[in-house]
Each structure stands twice: as structure tokens, then as C-alpha cells.
């Protein structure tokens, strides 16, 4: 009796330091349960995460250029002779679509018309910009650089907050260093764009410039404020020549979003000496940028 007495308190012995380990375990996974320490292991990660990258621009994809302007109005900018078919007609305002290897990034088609008295040229692009690294900037700030060197070529002054120049000479403060002393006293190119009388052959754009006598508006190169997200006009007028007409060119670029849109519009007289008028260029150049704005929603 004493024998089996002796074995069954050994027995219990060896049980019992199992059982106490056992429940030591247990408490102290519940312990671990409920302390809170699963939240802070979550808020670490939120706290040394990176920031949400910028989302990806308004437009994932561009227009067909040579679809975008309205046929009436490629009729009016660019007009034929009668002597034109109705097929040649046909695909002279179908356009001519520029090459280009990525139809979502950059697309553009060109238009020429002739008659005996002038000849016109007219294109139409679409750049999507994309930022390949949205956690520095966004694809509108891509956008946005694109437009301000197209701006700082153009050597019109630097969008900053006055955007309209002042009567002095120091228009702009901006970041840009060569724009600001060519804004208001903008080269021959841009001057020549005051309504100047076509009639009188001055041969150079700069010399009726000088001529204010008419309150003329501000018809020169400039930043427009009521086009897309921000918009500039560039008026260029070609060289004189003993046998050919100079030739008005005007360019709109305008950003929509993470979009640069870019009309181009030449009036090339034939008679020498004939200059083209600014209003007129300048009108239909921006009327199909307004309508191409209000495509992009703008």
C-alpha cells in the first residue's frame, strides 16, 4: 500500500509542472491578445509609409486631330478655288495626319489650301503629358512644366500672380530671366500685329507699330486668360521680300488638364507688298481653339 501510495504522488508530480506550464502559456497569449500590441505594429507601418502617389491626369487618351475641328469651319479658314472637285475637296479637308508611334501621346494633322490670292496652312496637335513619377509631381504638373518652356520660347512673360503687364517696361517678376524683357516691347514679330492698314505696303511689321494713332487693342503675343487652364497667343509676321508677301502666322498653345493643344494658322498672300491682317488671322485662330477647349470640357 505505502508502494503504491509513493507511485501515485511521483505521478502527479510529473503532471503537475506540464498543467502549470500550460496555463502560464495560455495566459500569456491572451495577455498578448488584448494589449494592443497588433495596433501598434499597424500604426508603425502607417507611420514609415510613403506617400500616396499624385493621381494620374484628367485624359487617358487624345481625339483624332484631323477629326477635331468642324468641317464648316475648316471650309471658312481655309477656302478652294471653284475649280476644285468635290473629291479633291473631300480630302483636302480630310487633313494630312502626322506620324507618330504613340497615338495616346502625341498626335497632329495639317491642312493647305491655295487660291490665286493667298495660300493657308493650318495644324492642329494634342500632347498628353505623363509623369513617370507621380509621388514628385502630378501628370497636370508635367503638363504644366511643358506649357511654361513652350511660354519661355515664345518670350512671353512668366504666368505668375500679376499676369497682366504694367505700363513700364518690367513686366513680370517671373523665375524666367529672358522673358521679362521682351513682353510689352515683344520683337518686330509679335508688334507687327497691331491693326495696322493692310493697304499701305509698310513693308515691315515694326514700322506701323510705332504708328498708334487708332487705340488699337493688344493684338501682339500674349498670355490669354480665358482659354483651357492657361492659354498664350503667339503672332509672328514674316520677313518682307522684294518678290513674295510676308506671311501672318499665329499659334495657340493652351493646356487642358494634363493636355497641350496647339492650333497654327498662316495667311501666305501672292501679291508682294500685301500684309495679312491680324484681327482676321488672330479671330479664326482662336474661335477653333475655343471650340477644341470646350471638347477637353474647358
Not at 492642329?124 to 504638373?141: I, K, M, P
Not at 493692310?198 to 507699330?209: H, I, L, N, Q, W
Amino acid at each position: 500500500m505505502q508502494r503504491k501510495a509513493v507511485r501515485a504522488a511521483t505521478a502527479v508530480r510529473r503532471v503537475l509542472p506540464g498543467i502549470a506550464m500550460l496555463t502560464a502559456l495560455a495566459t500569456v497569449g491572451l495577455t498578448g491578445c488584448t494589449s494592443g500590441g497588433g495596433d501598434r505594429t499597424v500604426s508603425d507601418a502607417k507611420a514609415g509609409g510613403s506617400p500616396a502617389p499624385a493621381p494620374a491626369g484628367k485624359y487617358r487618351s487624345l481625339p483624332s486631330p484631323c477629326k477635331a475641328p468642324e468641317a464648316k469651319r475648316l471650309k471658312v479658314m481655309l477656302p478652294t478655288p471653284d475649280s476644285l472637285t468635290e473629291e479633291q475637296r473631300e480630302k483636302l479637308y480630310a487633313g494630312a495626319a502626322d506620324t507618330s508611334y504613340d497615338g495616346d501621346r502625341h498626335v497632329g494633322c495639317r491642312w493647305a489650301a491655295g487660291t490665286p490670292t493667298e495660300t493657308r496652312l493650318l495644324y492642329v496637335g494634342f500632347e498628353r503629358v505623363v509623369s513617370y513619377d507621380r509621388g514628385a509631381a502630378s501628370d497636370d504638373d508635367r503638363a504644366r512644366q511643358v506649357y511654361v518652356r513652350q511660354l519661355t520660347d515664345a518670350k512671353l512673360p512668366f504666368p505668375g500672380p500679376t499676369t497682366s503687364p504694367a505700363p513700364g517696361t518690367s513686366t513680370g517678376a517671373g523665375p524666367t530671366p529672358g522673358a521679362s524683357t521682351s513682353t510689352s516691347t515683344s520683337p518686330a514679330p509679335s508688334t507687327s500685329t497691331s491693326t495696322s492698314p493692310s493697304p499701305s505696303g509698310s513693308p515691315s511689321g515694326s514700322a506701323s507699330a510705332g504708328t498708334s494713332a487708332s487705340p488699337a487693342p493688344a493684338l501682339g503675343s500674349r498670355v490669354l486668360e480665358d482659354l483651357g487652364d492657361e492659354a498664350f497667343l503667339d503672332d509672328k509676321l514674316g520677313a518682307a521680300g522684294a518678290t513674295a508677301a510676308q506671311a501672318r502666322s499665329v499659334r495657340i498653345v493652351f493646356r487642358a488638364s494634363n493636355v497641350i493643344v496647339t492650333v497654327e494658322y498662316s495667311v501666305q498672300p501672292s501679291a508682294p507688298g500685301t500684309v495679312p491682317p491680324s484681327t482676321e488671322t488672330q479671330d479664326a485662330a482662336r474661335a477653333l481653339a475655343e471650340a477644341l477647349s470646350e471638347r477637353f470640357g474647358g
